[in-house]
């Protein structure tokens, strides 16, 4: 049974329908200054027929918390776009609908939270929006609540849950089965009604920026030397050493994320170097690291592994990587600083933590005071190192340590490297 006319009377200068919005983000709790990290809105029309889709990433400014659970990555919201830049698009789409949400509540309140930053007045309270999780439970369509249950139990197809284009389809064809068979469920109220009616300001205009969505499983990201411009050589050598030193504290997590891929980039380019002397450094940097590897005349499994992964994150092969520690395996007293090995802690080091890692973190500090280290909760020139449940995090501990040459290094060899800790 479809909705009528009169149970759904179109808002003025719009054609009527619902929008279906989903949203996934830093963490459960508005107050808290948690942020949307993405947002999807599904137009469907009153016969439950899905007519338009648009989704975003959304950058929050902040670290992404549960990554574990909705699976972005800081690499990909660091390029999209601030709720600020959407906010026109948004209004477009609520305009004269009826919004719905599964967990209604829960969307209304972290959009209420993102229009009140920009000094905009909402409609959109606890009520404001049809709740499918609710008309599902008014149905008793499955035992539990959830999205997956409640569209596995109705035979919906399955879906990327917890991203939220996918979350919003889903929900979108969850309303089309309760409006054809359970029509009661979802029955039109004037806080509905009102809010299709609401008067959006008009000083938001939309499509100033292109959405930005999640950057595939199987995509692969050239390497980021690609990316530099080449220059014409210049009579002088440029200075090096800079380039050098921040390369290094780069690769203490043996990978070079998005964010310093960026920041060596921009480094090269400030310091007039032509893509050769790039190559020249990385070349030199390999060099160095298997002439330190035979300094001991010994060379380990471990230690062949690392020069081959280094290799490969400059750009190399392991052929080169071979090839190069044949030719350096006569040690001489020309080694330039390296870390051998990645991140090393040593009693003393003061380290930072941030973001939502994938041990408690009162485990990992209890570990790490245990072993000698000494965790803070501000980053200052005296970090060793700041560990990040995403190296390109947008924290501002993250950034900080960024602005002052510290090292941000995945939690993964933070805790490596605090097991080896004697």
């Known amino acids: 049974m479809a909705i009528t006319t009169s149970q759904f009377p179109p808002a003025p200068g719009a054609t009527g329908g619902y929008a279906v919005v989903d949203t996934e983000t830093t963490g459960i709790s508005a107050g808290l200054k948690h942020r949307i990290a993405e947002i999807a809105i599904v137009h469907v029309d009153a016969q439950g027929v899905v007519t338009d889709e648009w989704c975003t990433l959304v950058n929050p400014d902040r670290d992404l918390g549960p990554q574990a659970i909705h699976g972005i990555h800081a690499a990909d919201t660091r390029r999209a776009p601030r709720f600020a830049q959407i906010v026109g698009d948004v209004i477009d789409r609520l305009r004269g609908r009826i919004v719905v949400a599964h967990n209604w509540p829960f969307d209304a309140m972290h959009l209420r939270a993102e229009f009140e930053r920009l000094g905009t007045q909402t409609p959109l309270h606890a009520h404001a929006g049809l709740c499918t999780m609710r008309a599902a439970g008014m149905a008793q369509l499955a035992a539990g609540r959830s999205l997956v249950d409640c569209c596995t139990a109705i035979g919906l197809p399955p879906r990327s849950w917890h991203s939220a284009h996918d979350d919003a389809l889903a929900a979108a064809g969850l309303l089309g089965y309760l409006i054809e068979r359970h029509p009661e469920t979802v029955r039109i109220v004037p806080d509905h009604l009102e809010t299709a009616n609401w008067p959006w300001p008009s000083s938001w205009p939309g499509g100033l920026v292109k959405p930005v969505r999640r950057t595939q499983a199987e995509h692969t990201e050239q390497h980021f030397l690609a990316r530099l411009v080449e220059r014409l050589p210049r009579d002088e050598e440029p200075e090096v050493d800079t380039y050098f030193a921040m390369l290094d ?174």
């Open 249 to 422: 504290n780069a690769l203490l997590d043996r990978r070079i994320s998005a964010t310093e891929a960026d920041a060596l980039l921009e480094l090269a380019h400030d310091l007039g170097m032509h893509k050769a002397d790039v190559l020249n450094v990385h070349h030199t940097y390999l060099r160095q690291l298997a002439k330190a590897a035979w300094q001991d005349r010994i060379l380990t499994d471990e230690e062949r592994t690392d020069i081959t992964t280094v290799a490969i994150l400059l750009g190399f092969d392991a052929t080169y990587a071979e090839q190069v520690l044949a030719e350096e395996a006569h040690p001489d007293d020309s080694t330039r600083p390296v870390t051998i090995g990645g991140l090393r802690l040593r009693a003393g080091d003061k380290a930072v933590l941030t973001g939502d890692m994938i041990r408690p973190r009162d485990s990992i500090v209890h570990q790490a005071t245990a072993a000698g280290l000494r965790i803070t909760t501000h980053v200052s020139k005296q970090t060793h190192v700041v560990a990040a449940a995403d190296p390109d995090s947008l924290s501002g501990k993250a950034k900080r340590a960024r602005e002052l040459g510290v090292p941000v290094v995945d939690q993964h060899t933070f805790l490596r490297a605090l097991d080896t800790i004697s």
